[in-house]
């Protein structure tokens, strides 16, 4: 199983970007297919962006398309959620989480690991 560890959260104000990483580890992360999940407080966690980790597939859910922008680094085993025109309904714990099938629907229940979250407050 592959073992995840988030960064980069903080504090910022609206329209400001922030950028958050996932550090892979473990079994050969190359198998795996990376993605974002966030949670806001009293509400689900939801689906972000994946991307494929040979880096030739990326899935974003609507509301992040043209602000968020998902990369990876396969020398550091990283990859990177890079986070432009942040708005106040951004705010929540991002994990990072693997799974070794790729496809267009990204559920919680579907992934096998897990990092433990990071938290993004953007204030207005």
């Known amino acids: 199983q592959v073992q995840l560890v988030e960064s980069g959260g903080g504090l910022v104000q609206a329209g400001g970007s922030l950028r958050l990483s996932c550090a892979a580890s473990?079994?050969?992360?190359?198998?795996?297919?990376l993605a974002w999940f966030r949670q806001a407080p009293g509400k689900e966690r939801e689906f972000v962006v994946a991307?494929?980790?040979?880096?030739?597939?990326?899935y974003y859910t609507d509301s992040v398309k043209g602000r968020f922008t998902i990369s990876r680094d396969n020398m550091k085993n990283t990859v990177y959620l890079q986070m432009n025109s942040l708005k106040p309904e951004d705010t929540a714990v991002y994990y990072c989480?693997?799974?070794?099938?790729?496809?267009?629907?990204?559920?919680?229940?579907?992934?096998?690991?897990w990092g433990k979250g990071t938290l993004v407050t953007v204030s207005s």
């Open positions: 991307i494929r980790w040979g880096g030739d597939m990326t």
């Open positions: 989480a693997a799974r070794r099938l790729w496809s267009t629907v990204w559920r919680p229940e579907g992934m096998e690991s």
């Open positions: 473990g079994v050969t992360a190359s198998a795996y297919a």
